[in-house]
């Protein structure tokens, strides 16, 4: 069966082509391992998608496949409908993240599939596949099945990353978190909540094969955080210890100890990342952290006594947010000085605990239902904490997490700040911090500033005509 893959392109990121989306590419190692023939397009950073997917297009496939994450959505769905008006006899199923938590917004699709698309991939194909296909709620803690992606089958010369001034790629050791973070999308599905590990020695074979085949030195790893079993994390760097590459990764600051810290420093680790969410105790109890203002510290200075760089992660828009709390976190940062930071406006996401124990107000606001979400606890206010926002139609409007500065939107608000007062102070704080600690803002193809960006890349057959769309 002739098989076409499909990455969306991510508009709301300051570049979106810099790493291939390594799911997608562990569907095409299982449709290849099954005999299937497979074309991989990446319209990320397309200027003229339309053009780019009929000629992908264009050879006649028995099955599309898309990928998409919420923000993504708006984007799938051009996608999914330009498919169907060029051939609507063509099977179209549609996996990833948003369909992983909410399928049933995806029904117009021939089949949706849930959780890990390799296995599930094989039945979505066949013409009397069901309508969704649920891989994602018996998954068990344990080894984490693992197709090595198909990184052959793209042009990786298209893809523009690099650490510490060497060529990088994307990969996974694991995934899964077990915490319980507000804002945090999949929290409720065992998908998301179970953590699975790789095969430390598959894990070396693809290092060196991206060092051999592809010249790749450098590494960012995708995983939810990389610290969260010490054993794993601790065999983790002494197997990449010996290879003589780069690294960056995420890592859990209240599970982080200063023995990681010096492993990850020995295994060639040159940046690692944290979210510190917030810097008021308050809003970090309200979002279930489970850290401190002193903790998030701590990882920047564990960091820095290794010669690993710090970045942390920071966001607005919690329950009972206030100048008070945002200020807090302007002052922790300048305070800190980590060697980088971004600062977001939340979006709510279905499958996030403020969306999941969220009410309709009976209210709305240009056509959108507002939802109100409110976490009442012994430590918070007396009426506990409270945060509205927007009920977005995700398959029609771009609502997304991270954001280019200056366009940033926001679709939350807390009785105490309006929509417009988080844009401003979001703004206002970044720069604030920017030029207290000398640091400038991200450039496209730093690395700094994708850790959502992920796509991937042509088929070999179609490498040609995509690039020609690029350089037009």
């Known amino acids: 069966m002739r098989v076409g893959l499909i990455c969306p392109d991510s508009p709301f990121l300051l570049d979106s082509r810099v790493f291939p989306?390594?799911?997608?590419?562990?569907?095409?190692?299982?449709?290849?391992?099954?005999?299937?023939?497979?074309?991989?397009?990446?319209?990320?950073?397309?200027?003229?998608?339309?053009s780019a997917l009929e000629s992908f297009l264009s050879p006649g496939y028995d099955c599309i496949g898309i990928t998409g994450t919420s923000p993504q959505l708006p984007a799938v769905m051009q996608i999914f409908q330009n498919i169907k008006m060029l051939d609507s006899s063509v099977r179209v199923i549609i996996g990833g993240p948003h369909a992983t938590v909410d399928p049933?917004?995806?029904?117009?699709?021939?089949?949706?599939?849930?959780?890990?698309?390799?296995?599930?991939?094989?039945?979505?194909?066949?013409?009397?596949?069901?309508?969704?296909?649920?891989?994602?709620?018996?998954?068990?803690?344990?080894?984490?099945?693992?197709?090595?992606?198909?990184?052959?089958?793209?042009?990786?010369?298209?893809?523009?990353?690099?650490?510490?001034?060497?060529k990088g790629t994307s990969a996974l050791s694991s995934s899964g978190c077990p915490y319980n973070c507000g804002f945090c999308c999949g929290r409720s599905s065992p998908f998301y909540r179970r953590v699975r590990t790789r095969d430390l020695s598959d894990l070396r074979n693809e290092m060196i094969e991206l060092q051999e085949i592809y010249g790749i030195n450098a590494v960012m790893f995708f995983d939810d955080e990389l610290s969260l079993d010490d054993k794993y994390t601790l065999q983790l760097c002494s197997t990449l210890a010996p290879l003589g590459m780069k690294f960056r990764g995420f890592v859990k600051a209240n599970l982080f100890t200063s023995e990681q810290a010096e492993a990850f420093a020995k295994a060639g680790f040159v940046e690692l990342c944290t979210g510190v969410e917030a810097a008021h105790q308050r809003i970090l109890d309200v979002m279930e952290k489970k850290t401190t203002p002193a903790i998030n510290k701590r990882f920047v200075d564990l960091c820095r006594q290794n010669g690993i760089r710090s970045k942390c992660f920071t966001s607005i828009g919690h329950p009972?947010?206030?100048?008070?709390?945002?200020?807090?976190?302007?002052?922790?940062?300048?305070?800190t000085r980590p060697d980088e930071f971004d600062i977001t406006v939340i979006s709510v996401y279905p499958s996030s605990p403020y969306w999941d124990n969220s009410v309709d107000t009976g209210e709305s606001i240009d056509g959108k239902k507002v939802r109100k979400y409110v976490k009442k606890s012994r430590n918070l206010t007396e009426n506990g904490a409270t945060l509205f926002f927007e009920e977005v139609d995700y398959t029609r409007e771009f609502s997304f997490y991270k954001g280019k500065p200056g366009e940033y939107t926001s679709h939350v608000w807390t009785p105490e700040l309006s929509k417009q007062d988080l844009v401003r102070l979001r703004d206002q704080t970044e720069d604030q911090v920017r030029s207290a600690l000398s640091l400038s803002y991200p450039k496209r193809h730093s690395g700094d500033n994708f850790e959502g960006s992920m796509g991937m890349g042509a088929s070999p057959q179609n490498t040609h005509k995509l690039l020609k769309v690029l350089e037009s």
Do not use: C
Not at 27 to 45: K, T, Y
Not at 152 to 159: A, E, K, P, R, T
Not at 320 to 335: C, G, K, N, P, Y
């Open 320 to 335: 009972s947010e206030s100048e008070e709390t945002v200020f807090a976190l302007r002052d922790w940062l300048i305070e």
């Open 104 to 166: 049933s917004s995806l029904l117009m699709f021939d089949s949706v599939v849930m959780g890990d698309g390799e296995e599930a991939i094989l039945t979505a194909i066949q013409k009397d596949s069901p309508k969704i296909i649920d891989q994602a709620s018996n998954v068990v803690k344990g080894i984490l099945p693992y197709h090595r992606p198909a990184r052959q089958l793209i042009d990786m010369s298209s893809y523009e990353y690099s650490l510490a001034g060497i």
């Open 21 to 50: 989306t390594l799911g997608v590419l562990q569907v095409a190692a299982s449709l290849l391992a099954n005999h299937h023939e497979v074309g991989v397009l990446d319209l990320s950073g397309v200027p003229n998608p339309i």
